[in-house]
């Protein structure tokens, strides 16, 4: 049962012949297979965090590990109130080409890791965040977090890794037939797709918007 980085690592060399003499690589493909999950919306991903905003400064900083978000209120007396999300494109152009407002927002949009608002701010408001997270890869053999427990996202980890060095490292046969059969889909094994489609479809069920959409 693997719940931290060192035992994710163990099973995955098991998985591959016990080749201890792959453990750089088996590392590096951990870090890939997390990297290429991060901002897929899993039922651990979700975060509700608090902000608020300053008064006459145009926007705010995102979360370091801040994934996407669904949602944005912003209370005004004691009542929260859903921002409207915009592209860059409208924000831009509301900015630049409409006239200059201060007060309540209504609006935001995201660029640079920013939160922009229009109207601009013209008080510290306070802002709920409905976001999806990244959550980071474990770095120390001791660390544990979704990626390495069993349960969670252990088995979408450990499968994408095994078959990435079986793949682009051994270059094992049987792998790479396989490997073509499900590439197109982005993945590196069958018992990969079997393993994110487990967690994907319990993810829908979990979340209670009941939906699951990517973030790109």
């Given at each position: 049962?693997?719940?931290?980085?060192?035992?994710?690592?163990?099973?995955?060399?098991?998985?591959?012949?016990?080749?201890?003499?792959?453990?750089?690589?088996?590392?590096?493909?951990?870090?890939?297979?997390?990297?290429?999950?991060q901002k897929e919306k899993f039922w651990f991903t979700e975060e509700q965090t608090v902000a608020t905003t300053v008064a006459n400064q145009a926007s705010l900083g995102l979360p370091s590990d801040h994934g996407y978000i669904d949602g944005i209120t912003i209370v005004y007396s004691t009542?929260?109130?859903?921002?409207?999300?915009?592209?860059w494109e409208w924000m831009l152009d509301a900015m630049v080409n409409t006239t200059f407002l201060i007060g309540l927002p209504t609006d935001y949009a995201i660029h640079s890791q920013q939160l922009w608002f229009w109207p601009m701010p013209n008080a510290a408001y306070a802002l709920t965040m409905w976001q999806n997270m990244q959550n980071a890869p474990p770095t120390q053999d001791t660390d544990s977090n979704n990626w390495t427990t069993v349960g969670q996202a252990e088995e979408l980890i450990r499968a994408r890794t095994v078959a990435d060095v079986r793949v682009n490292i051994i270059k094992n046969q049987l792998a790479l037939q396989e490997f073509a059969g499900v590439a197109d889909r982005g993945f590196y094994s069958l018992k990969e797709k079997i393993a994110f489609d487990k967690l994907h479809n319990y993810s829908i069920d979990y979340l209670s918007s009941r939906r699951i959409r990517q973030a790109w």
């Open positions: 049962m693997a719940n931290t980085l060192a035992d994710l690592k163990s099973a995955c060399v098991r998985e591959l012949w016990n080749r201890t003499d792959l453990a750089t690589e088996i590392l590096a493909s951990i870090n890939s297979a997390v990297g290429h999950y009542y929260p109130i859903p921002l409207i999300r915009r592209d």
